[in-house]
């Protein structure tokens, strides 16, 4: 079946700093390439998404990059604020329109 | 506008008696979705439908089944809700054109009692 693992699965950073969380998927046919952030109590909100024809995608301090040979893609956060402190998902849709999570990394900015 | 509605938010069932969750959708969208989520874990996929085609993952416990009447709705019934079947059960929804997000409801917490 499908396989989906994160790396790290958990990441503390100073305020500030920069935040990176990779994405390693198995399925060759995953089309599209999300990052959920989930924080506690709530539903996965989506903050950015990569599609497989385009390398990089970059949204303020957010920015998404996929390597479809190797089969991952990564969360690039820059300048992280207390207020990004939460868990985040990567959950890329495989054949069929399947969706599975990763298993999470959860990310700690320390004012 | 909510999109993916579930009900209940919050749902309390005794141990052993069958429950069922809601969840529709405005979309039009022709996938949706259940998922588990337990306490500090990743969403679990439970089912899909793709269109009206229904797939249950190799690991979803024979307790737990779905039903899709139409596009708009589907429910999850849990035939006799356990201990371990505490947990937030997440609906999403997405259209089937590839390379597109899915939208969440915003869960339903079952506490078994």
């Known amino acids: 079946g499908e396989n989906v693992e994160q790396h790290p699965s958990t990441l503390s950073v100073q305020e500030g700093d920069s935040a990176v969380i990779k994405c390693t998927y198995s399925?060759?046919?995953?089309?599209?390439f999300p990052w959920y952030k989930q924080e506690l109590g709530k539903r996965p909100q989506l903050i950015i998404d990569i599609r497989s024809n385009v390398g990089e995608k970059k949204d303020q301090r957010i920015a998404v990059t996929l390597n479809k040979t190797a089969k991952h893609f990564s969360l690039h956060i820059t300048e992280t604020q207390p207020e990004d402190s939460a868990v985040y998902f990567c959950a890329p849709k495989t054949s069929y329109d399947k969706v599975i999570f990763g298993p999470g990394t959860s990310l700690s900015v320390i004012p | 506008d909510a999109m993916v509605i579930q009900n209940p938010r919050y749902q309390v069932t005794q141990f052993g008696k069958p429950v069922t969750l809601s969840c529709s959708q405005t979309?039009?969208?022709?996938?949706m979705y259940w998922y588990q989520q337990k306490s500090s874990q990743a969403p679990k996929l439970l089912f899909h439908?793709?269109?009206?085609?229904?797939?249950n993952e190799a690991d979803t416990p024979d307790n737990f089944q779905s039903r899709r009447p139409n596009t708009s709705f589907c429910f999850l019934d849990i035939r006799s809700p356990g201990l371990g079947d505490a947990a937030m059960y997440l609906c999403?929804?997405?259209?089937?054109?590839?390379?597109?997000?899915?939208?969440f409801g915003q869960g339903t917490r079952l506490t078994v009692v």
């Open positions: 979309l039009n969208h022709n996938v």
């Open positions: 999403a929804t997405s259209s089937d054109r590839g390379g597109t997000e899915a939208f």
């Open positions: 439908y793709y269109d009206k085609d229904f797939n």
């Open positions: 399925d060759s046919a995953s089309n599209y």
